[in-house]
């Protein structure tokens, strides 16, 4: 019986768990690992004195607070946005709305070089929206931001849309019965349910975000103190053969987007133990 059971585990359709978790591991070395651990690397050539010089200047805390503070704000409008345009698609039929489904994916599709021409173009002090608004976006940290809610959407949408149309509608009608208003039906019974899928989204948008380069630069104006992202810093230095500078705030960017990606993380395991201790 054992060696049965034995024989039934390996003659599977698809590789056995050794094969297959040597190729993950052969893939996401070669991918990601090696890539990493190149640069940081190079960035222990550096003294501790030479990376705090190379991190903490005012030109590098400025890209610091611009990339972070901008890539927040674009992921938590764009989780807030995001949802409604996925409830929308989910939840009502209207003329056009394969279109607007497919219009969803265009920053996917669309090279970041062509967006970032585009949304300069639209929002400049001459151009089709920016011409009527008072204050300058285009060549501003507000600029910035545009350009980062514009390519940040999709992953927010995409993510929260199938778990919207899983959601189980005789629970809404449950609690309809039980005198709960719309509201109520939403923030009690909806929205436990797609929290754990939206807290993904604003994650993969905020990830996404933070290293956005072609979109950005063309409306940034890339202005020192202003409205230069880090990601373009970092590109300069490389162009200056500065590796070690380049690879020392590569990695402050990477230690920190890690941090913030694992406190999220950790916010989605509570809310599905959460929703698994209500069920």
């Given amino acids: 019986m054992i060696l049965s059971r034995a024989l039934l585990k390996r003659h599977t359709v698809l590789p056995g768990f050794d094969l297959a978790l040597g190729f993950a591991l052969l893939y996401i070395s070669l991918i990601v690992l090696i890539p990493l651990s190149a640069a940081f690397l190079k960035t222990f050539?550096?003294?501790?004195?030479?990376?705090?010089?190379?991190?903490?200047?005012?030109?590098?805390?400025?890209?610091?607070?611009?990339?972070f503070g901008a890539s927040f704000l674009a992921a938590l409008l764009n989780a807030f946005f995001g949802l409604i345009v996925a409830w929308m698609l989910v939840r009502y039929s209207f003329p056009g709305k394969r279109i607007v489904d497919a219009m969803v994916d265009l920053p996917f599709a669309l090279p970041t070089a062509v967006a970032g021409i585009a949304l300069t173009a639209i929002w400049a002090q001459n151009g089709t929206l920016g011409q009527w608004l008072p204050f300058k976006v285009s060549f501003t940290p507000?600029?910035?931001?545009?350009?980062?809610?514009?390519?940040?959407?999709?992953?927010?949408?995409?993510?929260?849309?199938?778990?919207?149309?899983?959601?189980?509608?005789?629970?809404?009608?449950v609690s309809a019965t039980l005198g709960a208003t719309r509201w109520q039906t939403f923030t009690k019974v909806v929205f436990p349910i797609i929290m754990p899928a939206l807290l993904t989204g604003f994650a993969l948008a905020f990830a996404r975000a933070l290293g956005e380069y072609g979109s950005v630069i063309f409306i940034a104006g890339n202005m020192p103190m202003i409205s230069e992202i880090t990601p373009l810093?970092?590109?300069?230095?490389?162009?200056?053969?500065?590796?070690?500078?380049?690879?020392?705030?590569?990695?402050?960017?990477?230690?920190?987007?890690?941090?913030?990606?694992?406190?999220?993380?950790?916010?989605?395991?509570?809310?599905?133990?959460?929703?698994?201790g209500v069920a």
């Fill in 142 to 173: 507000i600029g910035v931001w545009v350009a980062l809610v514009f390519i940040g959407l999709p992953f927010v949408v995409r993510t929260v849309q199938p778990v919207l149309e899983d959601v189980n509608r005789e629970l809404e009608e």
């Fill in 233 to 276: 810093l970092i590109i300069t230095k490389l162009e200056q053969y500065d590796y070690a500078g380049a690879t020392a705030i590569a990695v402050v960017m990477l230690v920190v987007s890690f941090i913030l990606l694992l406190v999220i993380n950790l916010l989605q395991a509570w809310a599905r133990r959460r929703q698994g």
């Fill in 45 to 67: 050539t550096l003294t501790w004195q030479q990376f705090l010089d190379a991190t903490t200047t005012p030109r590098v805390l400025a890209s610091y607070r611009l990339t």
